[in-house]
């Protein structure tokens, strides 16, 4: 069975503290997606990284790819409130073909 | 409208009744999805559809049947459900299989089976 795990699956910090949340699988990917969704709306693309120790930002988000791209990492700089909600990570492996992560909720509080 | 739009937003049924939902995206995709998402655990993909024709189902009980009429509509049909079906059921879209854009998702309907 192909599992992508995230950690944390919970995180509750203070604004303006920095935070990173990990995606990890022992599953080699053509890509892998992030998502955020907020609470009562649907998942929303952040960004997708496609090689192998790729990064990319975000404004206050840094995403980085694993350089074996089994794995993937997304830091926020300087939290703020309007970064709540849950983030969920998808490896992809084809069209049509890919696996999600559980999860991380994540809450900056004020 | 824009994006993706899935109606009703809440649902309550009981284990006897029928009821279907409904999604419409308005983006030119030509796949379409219905997923399932339960707390603590990885959204389930239940069905996919290519261009109008069910490319995925992944071993999903009959009692729930969907149906793709055209490349913007999407239709799950529910009947006798069990209480453990409760959860939001997401549709989604995308161009070709969403390898390199991703999939766009609508609100959810959030279910439950009383």
């Known amino acids: 069975t192909q599992l992508l795990e995230q950690s944390p699956q919970f995180l509750s910090i203070q604004e303006g503290e920095n935070l990173t949340v990990y995606c990890n699988s022992s599953s080699v990917f053509s890509s892998l997606q992030w998502y955020r969704q907020e609470p009562g709306e649907g998942p929303v693309l952040l960004v997708t990284v496609v090689t192998g120790g790729e990064v990319k930002k975000l404004k206050r988000l840094t995403f980085q790819f694993g350089d074996a791209r089994k794995d993937s990492s997304l830091h926020i700089t300087a939290a703020q409130p309007g970064d709540t909600g849950l983030y969920l990570c998808a490896g992809v492996f084809s069209n049509y073909q890919l696996i999600w992560g559980a999860g991380t909720k994540l809450i900056i509080k004020p | 409208e824009t994006g993706v739009t899935q109606t009703p937003r809440h649902l309550v049924m009981g284990m006897t009744n029928k009821k279907s939902l409904k999604c419409e995206q308005h983006l030119g995709h030509n796949a379409m999805y219905w997923y399932k998402q339960s707390a603590k655990k990885p959204l389930e993909l239940m069905f996919v559809?290519?261009?109008?024709?069910?490319?995925e189902n992944n071993s999903v009980p009959s009692r729930f049947s969907p149906e793709c009429p055209n490349s913007s509509h999407l239709f799950l049909h529910l009947h006798t459900l069990q209480p453990e079906d409760s959860a939001l059921y997401l549709c989604?879209?995308?161009?070709?299989?969403?390898?390199?854009?991703?999939?766009?998702f609508g609100s959810g309907t959030r279910l439950t089976v009383v």
């Open positions: 559809y290519s261009l109008e024709e069910r490319v």
């Open positions: 989604a879209s995308s161009q070709e299989g969403g390898f390199n854009y991703g999939y766009t």
